[in-house]
């Protein structure tokens, strides 16, 4: 091992200026006295800004003679001084390429030396850096980018710092003017820094921590053969994501365009019997079509329920019943042929009426269908009661036929239940009121809904009270 020279050991004058609390007297080995080895010292100043560097073993046994050339050569580095440092929300959103989960976590950052370090407290760089295996976390700046980004994070004030390793970090302050200094100092900093390959001695001294001679000697012949850092950038970006994602999306676009152009049609599905016809929600002409009748056969039961064991009962078709069960025996009448009223589970009779004016109220067009809405309305403004019973038997003789034999059972069933008025409290009033707008109502609704709504009840009463002149077969 080859000494210093001599003119390192003399007794150098210190400048007077540059004394003050952050002296640091390091002691220098002599190499041509012995003697004077232990005893001789030099004093070097510097300032809290400089990064200390820990003296080097000069044993064989710790380090080879190529590294401790190597090390000499890279040492004399520029003196980092601090830029800006101060708390922001970070986010490491991409570790060479891959993506991270996002967490964020406040941070100490110090921009520095061409890069930013990450303290979980406030702390000066250089003493942190005196602390036994503290490896603060950081980026380096050389050919990275920086953006601002609103598709990364739902917080205001993001922007996006990645690096030529395909490292991605967010950085987050609520307070408009910090964020925005912050953004600026980073990208002036990234600015100032060369665009080429010249980040290779910070890279080198990364390597010389870690490898042997051999490797480092190998290191250097394929690091001067690297292309560009925005070649690097762009090919490592490539490699992450354009081939596998180009190769998935097509993969996937393949797939989807195989499915649509197999699957199977509404109708095979019907026939197979994987999609039944739904009762609720479909078209009145449709339902009776599929059960060849003119009435839906749940109406039927529905109605012969009631009358069974729901004429007494206080309040009927006004009580609401359980939400829950109404859309469960919802479910099993579109999804089951056979259906039991009389079963415990729909005990209660308001879940059956409940479950009978939800079938009204999802018919895409309800009882009275909507071209004849305005001539039910007209009809009923008539002064001359006879007329008006007669202009409202018209209308309904001229109803699909559907639609007129379901108005016919169900008005008669609500007849049966006002005659027991003095029992169920339920008035062909109070039925119009309940039935009106469910059965009647128009395309698009205007202004004149609260007008609307009390003609609909008067509809409702009057076929109601003149249930006999209405529906009669008899001509006039």
């Not at 986010?91 to 989960?101: T, V």
């Not at 900093?189 to 001695?201: G, M, V």
């Not at 870690?210 to 762009?234: D, F, N, Q």
């Not at 589970?345 to 059956?352: G, P, R, S, Y």
Request: include cysteine.
């Amino acid at each position: 091992m080859q000494g210093l020279p001599a003119s390192d050991t003399s007794s150098e004058k210190l400048n007077p200026t540059h004394q003050n609390i952050g002296a640091v007297q390091m002691r220098i080995k002599n190499a041509n006295s012995h003697h004077d080895r232990h005893s001789q010292s030099k004093s070097m100043i510097l300032s809290e800004t400089v990064k200390v560097k820990e003296p080097i073993s000069r044993h064989r046994r710790n380090h080879s003679q190529h590294n401790l050339i190597l090390t000499d050569i890279i040492s004399p580095k520029e003196q980092t001084v601090v830029e800006k440092e101060g708390y922001l929300l970070k986010a490491k959103i991409a570790d060479g390429g891959k993506k991270l989960r996002k967490n964020w976590s406040t941070s100490w950052i110090v921009l520095a030396g061409g890069k930013i370090e990450f303290y979980k407290e406030s702390k000066q760089p250089a003493l942190a850096n005196l602390k036994a295996g503290y490896k603060p976390e950081w980026v380096d700046l050389c050919g990275a980018n920086i953006e601002w980004t609103t598709e990364k994070s739902s917080r205001k004030n993001v922007f996006q710092i990645t690096t030529i390793s395909g490292n991605e970090f967010l950085l987050q302050s609520d307070i408009d003017f910090i964020i925005l200094d912050w953004f600026h100092a980073i990208k002036n900093a990234i600015d100032r820094l060369p665009k080429e390959q010249s980040c290779t001695p910070r890279n080198l001294e990364f390597k010389l921590q870690r490898s042997s001679s051999s490797e480092l000697l190998s290191s250097l012949s394929t690091e001067s053969k690297e292309p560009k850092s925005e070649h690097r950038k762009s090919l490592i970006f490539r490699l992450n994501y354009s081939a596998s994602d180009t190769n998935d999306r097509n993969r996937v676009k393949s797939r989807l365009k195989k499915f649509i152009n197999r699957r199977p049609s509404l109708k095979t599905l019907q026939e197979k019997g994987l999609i039944k016809d739904q009762v609720f929600g479909s078209h009145l002409q449709l339902v009776c079509e599929h059960e060849n009748s003119t009435v839906p056969l749940f109406v039927k039961r529905c109605i012969e329920a009631v009358e069974k064991r729901g004429l007494d009962v206080d309040g009927i078709y006004r009580v609401s019943g359980n939400l829950a069960t109404i859309q469960k025996l919802r479910f099993v009448v579109n999804q089951e042929e056979k259906l039991n009223l009389d079963d415990s589970q729909w005990e209660d009779i308001h879940v059956v009426t409940g479950a009978l004016k939800m079938f009204f109220r999802e018919l895409p067009e309800p009882l009275f269908p909507y071209c004849f809405f305005e001539q039910f309305l007209e009809a009923i403004k008539n002064p001359d009661s006879n007329t008006r019973v007669k202009s409202i038997r018209h209308l309904v003789q001229k109803l699909p036929r559907p639609n007129r034999d379901t108005m016919k059972i169900l008005f008669e069933h609500l007849k049966k239940i006002a005659a027991k008025e003095s029992v169920n409290l339920m008035t062909t009033q109070s039925l119009g009121i309940v039935f009106g707008p469910t059965l009647l109502r128009p395309e698009k609704e205007t202004g004149n809904m609260a007008v609307h709504m009390l003609y609909q009840n008067q509809i409702v009463e009057l076929m109601l009270s003149e249930y006999n002149k209405i529906f009669s077969s008899e001509e006039d």
